[in-house]
């Protein structure tokens, strides 16, 4: 696959504490948006499933995609989730912006003020 690079953001809960919350955040390279959440989806619940039957979670494909940091109990919201194309490959490289100039933390933060998150 020679798509491009995305970064999937879900919103997530935890299921006895629902005042938790967060986002999980999948990366991985795909075609098309679509094609990257269906492999974002298909990633956690593969993770998921190893998890709960007590194997170890997948390590991470070929094409970038994994699952990590699972959290047992916690509710990912797939109708909520956002796709973007994930531009952080130059902050990488000497003299790229700093993290805290990414688009990531800034949709992020939008985010959590919100009262959403």
């Given at each position: 696959?020679?798509?491009?690079?995305?970064?999937?953001?879900?919103?997530?809960?935890?299921?006895?504490?629902?005042?938790?919350?967060?986002?999980?955040v999948f990366t991985g390279s795909a075609d098309t948006w679509s094609d990257?959440?269906?492999?974002?989806?298909?990633?956690?619940?593969?993770?998921?499933?190893?998890?709960?039957?007590?194997?170890?979670?997948?390590?991470?494909?070929?094409?970038?995609?994994?699952?990590?940091?699972?959290?047992?109990?916690?509710?990912?919201?797939?109708?909520?989730?956002?796709?973007?194309?994930?531009?952080?490959?130059?902050?990488?490289?000497?003299?790229?912006?700093?993290?805290?100039?990414?688009?990531?933390?800034?949709?992020?933060?939008?985010?959590?003020?919100?009262?959403?998150?």
């Amino acid at each position: 696959m020679t798509g491009t690079y995305f970064q999937v953001n879900v919103p997530t809960r935890d299921s006895v504490q629902p005042e938790q919350c967060g986002l999980h955040v999948f990366t991985g390279s795909a075609d098309t948006w679509s094609d990257a959440l269906r492999i974002a989806r298909e990633t956690y619940e593969a993770a998921a499933s190893a998890q709960r039957e007590g194997h170890p979670i997948p390590r991470r494909r070929q094409d970038g995609w994994g699952a990590r940091g699972l959290r047992p109990g916690w509710v990912l919201d797939w109708t909520a989730a956002t796709v973007d194309a994930w531009e952080h490959e130059r902050m990488f490289s000497i003299g790229g912006p700093s993290m805290c100039q990414g688009s990531y933390l800034s949709r992020e933060k939008e985010y959590l003020s919100s009262g959403e998150g």
